[in-house]
């Protein structure tokens, strides 16, 4: 690396130490950027997507980043802060144009210069692709009033959009899609109430995922918890939603693809009860669980999406749900026990805090334990009829375009291709008294559980790792989807996690055609707690 401008004013052996992480950097060499940081708990890292507290965060980000674009260093400022402690401010300027800057603190330990705290402000980005497909500002003008007026929208890629394709997450299925000659009902109703077409959105392929990654396009960011997963399949949307690029995300929820990714990235998330919004222009995994969702970022936007979609006004082909949604829920309760034996220690733990503030309010709400049965039972059943359709709306394609798919997707379709009819007319026999007995327990309450098992894992985990966390989310999101009612994860929780402070939600479930009023229950939920700040949400509650 050539003398850097203004190097002449750092210390001979900082500024050697500089250039070695630099030349690190462009390198993408681990082992030296992970040497460069000071170890220990003190140590920190920022840039736009959030701060990383401890050596081992920064590490474990790190890992998932891969090496920067081609740069140099134009220009470097050195300020002694004091004996043996320095700050370093420098220009990068990239091959392809646009100028960075980072911001780092070193000092001296036992002899060595090492960096303790850093700061990132990258080069402009036009648009980030692995949050979108394609962008606007915006896409597509909503009408100029209404309800919604003012909001945009970032539509998961399985809805048609006029003179558009739908692309599923998968370039090659893109190349070969033809563009849509109208536009999907649920995105109508959006633009009818005033909001815009902000852009297309990432989703996992087919979104036959709940982790959020995509090996094609990237994983998008998660804005809550930089370096961990951002749930999917609605990953694009939530993280659009979580970034401010957009307030309102039109997503689908067939196994919890609206409530993983708002639990993960601490956002409001409804899974409408199945067969209520359209699905027509919406391209289906497995329609027996299929359906529309919202992610937003506090409860009131979401709360106004619901009212307007779900209205005599909103929809033109959504029968209005007024009538049971327009009376409220009951302030009562039921937490199924077999479901929180699933959850992680840190997580559990948690939800008993927030038990515990909301026992602790003057009106506080009845709350009972209650049975659901073995929730191997639900997922067996679930996974069995969902690949059963998935392969019949997908399998030809796959068969005809061998290595189009990603490992993790590919796994799951080989898996779906060897169902028989015999597994699937079995599976189905099991889910009807399944969803009866959910039913059942929202007759007189709403189910109370935690979204997820715990935070969002780390992009780095393992594949055992990644399976473990997906069985172990679908059996608290299956429930739902088999029984056909509405779910709402709400930012309730906070747990630990070696990324810092991660969101949780919590789930509410209640009866079919409630949904207006199960937003209107979640936000009364989370003003009873917000006082409390072990439990303190990690968004909006208005």
Same mark, same amino acid.
């Given at each position: 690396?050539? @003398?850097?401008?203004?190097?002449?004013?750092?210390?001979?052996?900082?500024?050697?130490?500089?250039?070695?992480?630099?030349?690190?950097?462009?390198?993408?060499?681990?082992?030296?950027?992970?040497?460069?940081?000071?170890?220990?708990?003190?140590?920190?890292?920022?840039?736009?997507?959030?701060?990383?507290?401890?050596?081992?965060?920064?590490?474990?980000?790190?890992?998932?980043?891969?090496?920067?674009?081609?740069?140099?260093?134009?220009?470097?400022?050195?300020?002694?802060?004091?004996?043996?402690?320095?700050?370093?401010?420098?220009?990068?300027?990239?091959?392809?144009?646009?100028?960075?800057?980072?911001?780092?603190?070193?000092?001296?330990?036992?002899?060595?210069?090492?960096?303790?705290?850093?700061?990132?402000?990258?080069?402009?980005?036009?648009?980030?692709?692995?949050?979108?497909?394609?962008?606007?500002?915006?896409?597509?003008?909503?009408?100029?009033?209404?309800?919604?007026?003012?909001?945009?929208?970032?539509?998961?890629?399985?809805?048609?959009?006029?003179?558009?394709?739908?692309?599923?997450?998968?370039?090659?299925?893109?190349?070969?899609?033809?563009?849509?000659?109208?536009?999907?009902?649920?995105?109508?109703?959006?633009?009818?109430?005033?909001?815009?077409?902000?852009?297309?959105?990432?989703?996992?392929?087919?979104?036959?995922?709940?982790?959020?990654?995509?090996?094609?396009?990237?994983?998008?960011?998660?804005?809550?918890?930089?370096?961990?997963?951002?749930?999917?399949?609605?990953?694009?949307?939530?993280?659009?939603?979580?970034?401010?690029?957009?307030?309102?995300?039109?997503?689908?929820?067939?196994?919890?693809?609206?409530?993983?990714?708002?639990?993960?990235?601490?956002?409001?998330?409804?899974?409408?009860?199945?067969?209520?919004?359209?699905?027509?222009?919406?391209?289906?995994?497995?329609?027996?669980?299929?359906?529309?969702?919202?992610?937003?970022?506090?409860?009131?936007?979401?709360?106004?999406?619901?009212?307007?979609?779900?209205?005599?006004?909103?929809?033109?082909?959504?029968?209005?749900?007024?009538?049971?949604?327009?009376?409220?829920?009951?302030?009562?309760?039921?937490?199924?026990?077999?479901?929180?034996?699933?959850?992680?220690?840190?997580?559990?733990?948690?939800?008993?805090?927030?038990?515990?503030?909301?026992?602790?309010?003057?009106?506080?709400?009845?709350?009972?334990?209650?049975?659901?049965?073995?929730?191997?039972?639900?997922?067996?059943?679930?996974?069995?009829?969902?690949?059963?359709?998935?392969?019949?709306?997908?399998?030809?394609?796959?068969?005809?375009?061998?290595?189009?798919?990603?490992?993790?997707?590919?796994?799951?379709?080989?898996?779906?291709?060897?169902?028989?009819? @015999?597994?699937?007319?079995?599976?189905?026999?099991?889910?009807?008294?399944?969803?009866?007995?959910?039913?059942?327990?929202?007759?007189?309450?709403?189910?109370?559980?935690?979204?997820?098992?715990?935070?969002?894992?780390?992009?780095?985990?393992?594949?055992?790792?990644?399976?473990?966390?997906?069985?172990?989310?679908?059996?608290?999101?299956?429930?739902?989807?088999?029984?056909?009612?509405?779910?709402?994860?709400?930012?309730?929780?906070?747990?630990?996690?070696?990324?810092?402070?991660?969101?949780?939600?919590?789930?509410?479930?209640?009866?079919?055609?409630?949904?207006?009023?199960?937003?209107?229950?979640?936000?009364?939920?989370?003003?009873?707690?917000?006082?409390?700040?072990?439990?303190?949400?990690?968004?909006?509650?208005?």
């Amino acid at each position: 690396m050539t @003398e850097i401008p203004g190097a002449d004013s750092v210390p001979a052996e900082l500024y050697q130490a500089f250039t070695r992480y630099e030349a690190a950097v462009v390198a993408n060499d681990l082992d030296h950027l992970d040497a460069a940081f000071a170890p220990g708990e003190a140590t920190m890292r920022g840039d736009a997507a959030g701060l990383l507290v401890g050596h081992e965060a920064i590490s474990a980000f790190r890992g998932t980043r891969g090496g920067v674009a081609p740069r140099v260093i134009e220009r470097v400022e050195h300020r002694a802060l004091g004996p043996d402690v320095a700050l370093l401010v420098s220009v990068s300027r990239y091959d392809a144009g646009g100028t960075g800057l980072q911001t780092q603190v070193w000092q001296r330990v036992e002899g060595t210069w090492l960096i303790t705290a850093a700061h990132v402000t990258p080069r402009a980005a036009a648009l980030d692709r692995r949050i979108w497909r394609t962008v606007g500002d915006p896409l597509y003008q909503g009408a100029w009033e209404g309800p919604l007026a003012g909001l945009t929208v970032a539509v998961k890629d399985l809805f048609a959009i006029k003179g558009y394709r739908i692309g599923a997450g998968n370039p090659t299925y893109l190349d070969g899609a033809r563009p849509e000659p109208s536009t999907a009902p649920a995105v109508s109703d959006l633009l009818r109430g005033g909001a815009s077409l902000r852009g297309i959105a990432r989703t996992d392929e087919f979104a036959y995922s709940v982790a959020g990654d995509n090996p094609h396009y990237g994983t998008p960011p998660n804005e809550a918890l930089p370096g961990a997963l951002p749930g999917g399949s609605s990953s694009g949307p939530a993280s659009a939603v979580a970034t401010g690029q957009a307030e309102i995300g039109l997503a689908t929820d067939t196994a919890g693809s609206v409530r993983v990714p708002a639990s993960y990235q601490g956002l409001w998330g409804l899974r409408t009860t199945h067969g209520l919004v359209p699905r027509q222009g919406m391209l289906p995994l497995a329609q027996s669980f299929d359906t529309v969702g919202w992610l937003t970022r506090d409860g009131g936007t979401l709360q106004r999406v619901a009212d307007w979609c779900l209205s005599y006004d909103g929809s033109e082909s959504t029968e209005s749900v007024y009538g049971a949604s327009d009376q409220d829920l009951p302030w009562r309760f039921a937490v199924p026990t077999e479901l929180l034996a699933v959850v992680e220690a840190d997580t559990r733990a948690a939800f008993d805090r927030f038990l515990a503030a909301l026992a602790g309010r003057p009106d506080a709400p009845r709350v009972d334990q209650v049975s659901i049965g073995d929730p191997e039972e639900f997922l067996a059943a679930f996974r069995t009829v969902q690949a059963a359709e998935a392969w019949r709306n997908d399998g030809p394609w796959v068969r005809e375009h061998p290595g189009a798919l990603g490992p993790a997707v590919a796994e799951r379709f080989r898996s779906a291709a060897r169902m028989t009819d @015999e597994d699937e007319a079995a599976a189905r026999a099991a889910l009807a008294p399944l969803g009866d007995r959910v039913r059942r327990l929202v007759g007189d309450a709403v189910l109370l559980l935690p979204t997820a098992p715990g935070p969002a894992p780390l992009r780095t985990s393992g594949g055992e790792r990644v399976d473990a966390v997906r069985t172990a989310t679908l059996q608290l999101t299956t429930p739902a989807a088999v029984a056909g009612l509405p779910a709402l994860s709400a930012p309730l929780l906070t747990v630990g996690s070696l990324l810092g402070p991660a969101p949780v939600g919590v789930c509410l479930v209640s009866s079919a055609d409630t949904d207006i009023a199960l937003v209107r229950l979640a936000r009364r939920l989370a003003r009873a707690v917000a006082p409390d700040h072990a439990t303190a949400p990690t968004g909006g509650t208005t």
